[in-house]
Every structure is written in structure tokens, then in C-alpha cells.
């Protein structure tokens, strides 16, 4: 298996524009986990889905972050309008009914 | 608001050396504490864990030390070799398993020669 796939590796974009990443999980794993890591904040839960279906979206800063998942090998977070803050390294994870979750390799979000 | 505070912050240790990064937690209710490796320019990889029925756990060089009733749980890494050197997150759920994990602030660990 390749593991959690992740794309865009690195983004570079401007104040106000949309971004999106995205995610497939490992197949047959029915848990999908969207995380932000930063210096200050350190490793922080956005959301995560259990069958495609939003279980906990409590970690999701603000209505400017969404995320969708419409089928079990893909999952998108989208940030519209993007600002500075914003920069982070994104990391999508997965898991087999809530055994060891495997992280991906992330996307560097750089926000000018 | 559920948290795990970890440290210290950043670690040198030489070669040989035991490595120890403490976490603590406030919530009750967590009932099972992982703790994840992370290399740069890689994502977190799970390195072991343990629940709060036993006070130790011990796989190879790394060992997990429970003190349910202080609420803290340390991790040990006997003889530690530069290829230990990354970044150590301990975490907590409350859910059994591996959902909604919080996660530390981590602890970069450098192995000297």
C-alpha cells in the first residue's frame, strides 16, 4: 500500500485566495483525520469522519475552513479566503476502526 | 478545555544516554495515551502506547512509565542512538482508542556522539 497520499506537497498562494488540499486515506481504513501543525500551537485536530460522514469538526478554526469527504478514497479541506495565519503544514491521517492512525507525509501551506 | 502539556521542549542527550520527556493531563476521562515519532518532512508515525490498567510498557529500547493518580506518563529511550533524534509527541483519548487524539506540544530530541 502507498500509505496516506497527500497534494499538493508544498503551496505557496496570496492573502484572500482559495486553497484546497487533498487527501486518500489507506484503503479500507473507515477513519479520516485532518490536522494542523504549527511552531506555536503544535499539533491541533480540525475534523474528523468516520464513513465518510463529519464526526467532529469542533477543531475547525473558523467558517473560512471547510472539509468534505463524498467518498471512502478521498477527502478535500479547503480554506477560502486564506490568510497569513494560516500557514501551516497540513497532515491528513487515517485508521481501521480507531486502531493506530497513519499520517501522511503533509502539505506546507505558505500564505503570503 | 482537555489538554496534554508536555516537556521539555527540546532535549539533547548523548549517545548511550536515556532519553525521558514527560506529559501531563488534566481530563479524568482519557484512558489511552500513544506517543508518535516524527523525522522531518515526515508526518507523526505511532511508536507505542499504553492504557491506564498498567503502570508500565516496554517495547524494545522504549519504555512508557503510568502514573494514573498524578496523571502524568513519561517516556523513557534507554541507549539512545542518533537515529532516535526527531520530534516526540505524547497524546490522550477518551475514547479507547485511537479517535480524537490531543496531542503535546512536542519535544524535539537531539542524540549526540
Known amino acids: 500500500d502507498a500509505g496516506v497520499i497527500q497534494s499538493p506537497r508544498h503551496e505557496v498562494t496570496e492573502m484572500g485566495q482559495e486553497v484546497t488540499l487533498r487527501c486518500k486515506p489507506i484503503?479500507?481504513?473507515?477513519?479520516l483525520f485532518w490536522y494542523r501543525q504549527t511552531m506555536m500551537r503544535g499539533l491541533e485536530l480540525l475534523i474528523y469522519?468516520?464513513?465518510?460522514?463529519?464526526?467532529?469538526d469542533s477543531g475547525m478554526p473558523e467558517d473560512r475552513f471547510s472539509a468534505k469527504m463524498p467518498n471512502a478514497s478521498f477527502s478535500t479541506l479547503k480554506i477560502q479566503p486564506s490568510e497569513p495565519r494560516d500557514s501551516a503544514v497540513y497532515f491528513c491521517?487515517?485508521?481501521?476502526?480507531?486502531?493506530?492512525?497513519?499520517f501522511g507525509p503533509g502539505t506546507r501551506l505558505t500564505v503570503l | 478545555q482537555q489538554q496534554v502539556k508536555q516537556s521539555p521542549q527540546s532535549l539533547i542527550v548523548q549517545k548511550g544516554g536515556i532519553s525521558i520527556i514527560n506529559c501531563a493531563y488534566e481530563n479524568t476521562a482519557f484512558d489511552y495515551f500513544p506517543w508518535y515519532q516524527q523525522f522531518p518532512g515526515k508526518g507523526p508515525a505511532l511508536l507505542i502506547a499504553?492504557?491506564?490498567?498498567?503502570s508500565e510498557k516496554k517495547e524494545g529500547r522504549f519504555t512508557i512509565s503510568f502514573n494514573k493518580s498524578a496523571k502524568q506518563f513519561s517516556l523513557h529511550i534507554m541507549d539512545s542512538q542518533p537515529g532516535d533524534s526527531a520530534t516526540y509527541f505524547c497524546a490522550a483519548s477518551s475514547l479507547g482508542g485511537n479517535e480524537k487524539l490531543t496531542f503535546g506540544t512536542g519535544t524535539r530530541l537531539t542524540i549526540i556522539p
Open positions: 491521517a487515517s485508521s481501521f476502526s480507531g486502531n493506530e492512525q497513519f
Open positions: 484503503s479500507g481504513h473507515d477513519y
Open positions: 499504553i492504557r491506564p490498567d498498567v
Open positions: 469522519f468516520n464513513n465518510n460522514v463529519p464526526i467532529d
